[in-house]
Antibody, heavy 121, light 106 residues
Framework: EVQLLESGGGLVQPGGSLRLSCTAS????????LTWVRQAPGKGLEWVSS????????YYADSVKGRFTISRDNSKNTLYVQMNSLRAEDTALYYC??????????????WGQGTLVTVSS | VLTQSPGTLSLSPGERATLSCRAS???????LAWYQQKPGLAPRLLVY???SRATGIPDRFSGSGSGTDFTLTISRLEPEDFAVYYC?????????FGGGTKVKIK
């Protein structure tokens, strides 16, 4: 069974940093692109960042470009996102998700259960 | 930009639901997905590549369209289908989601 488990969320002050992790199991990790998607409370889904299976290709939403860095460790089956210069508008539930097929970046399936990031003083 | 319509759809069980997703520019290689999200749960993939059902998705869900206009059809609504539905394109960066359509019980 394919599983994704996020961790690392929490309360952080504006301007602070946080690193989220997503540990995967049940599939050949390096074959699949992975993605971070966030959902602010009561709002819709927002794509944050994606990374190719090898890690050589990375893509970011304009809203996080220059502040967030996506990476992966294929030896540890783990996806990361380093989030710096956090703002109140980054407050959201952050999901990691796996590309459904190995030949593209999406659709996303499955998704983890999410980890909550709250940016507040 | 992906624009979903309507924002809310009020229907009764057994009725047909037609959800629209319109892109501001052509979606590369029909790289469009549909998701269902219920309160407190992560989204679930229903359709990928515009018209392919994901594993385990009932055949009452069908996706169609190409270019800039896409549709998710639920042929006969079951009680468990009342939820929020999102479209998403993954043909080019930025990968974008639509704003969602809420399907509610009439």
């Amino acid at each position: 069974e394919v599983q994704l488990l996020e961790s690392g969320g929490g309360l952080v002050q504006p301007g602070g940093s946080l690193r989220l992790s997503c540990t995967a199991s049940g599939f050949r990790f390096s074959d699949y692109a992975l993605t971070w998607v966030r959902q602010a409370p009561g709002k819709g889904l927002e794509w944050v960042s994606s990374i190719s299976g090898s890690g050589g290709g990375t893509y970011y939403a304009d809203s996080v470009k220059g502040r967030f860095t996506i990476s992966r460790d294929n030896s540890k089956n783990t996806l990361y996102v380093q989030m710096n210069s956090l703002r109140a508008e980054d407050t959201a539930l952050y999901y990691c998700a796996k590309a459904y097929t190995s030949r593209s970046f999406g659709g996303f399936d499955p998704w983890g259960q999410g980890t909550l990031v709250t940016v507040s003083s | 930009v992906l624009t979903q319509s309507p924002g809310t759809l009020s229907l009764s069980p057994g009725e047909r639901a037609t959800l629209s997703c319109r892109a501001s520019q052509s979606v590369s290689s029909s790289s469009l997905a549909w998701y269902q999200q219920k309160p407190g749960l992560a989204p679930r993939l229903l359709v990928y590549d515009a018209s392919s059902r994901a594993t385990g998705i009932p055949d009452r869900f069908s996706g169609s369209g190409s270019g800039t206009d896409f549709t998710l059809t639920i042929s006969r609504l079951e009680p468990e289908d009342f939820a929020v539905y999102y479209c998403q394109q993954y043909g080019s960066s930025p990968l974008t989601f639509g704003g969602g359509t809420k399907v509610k019980i009439k």
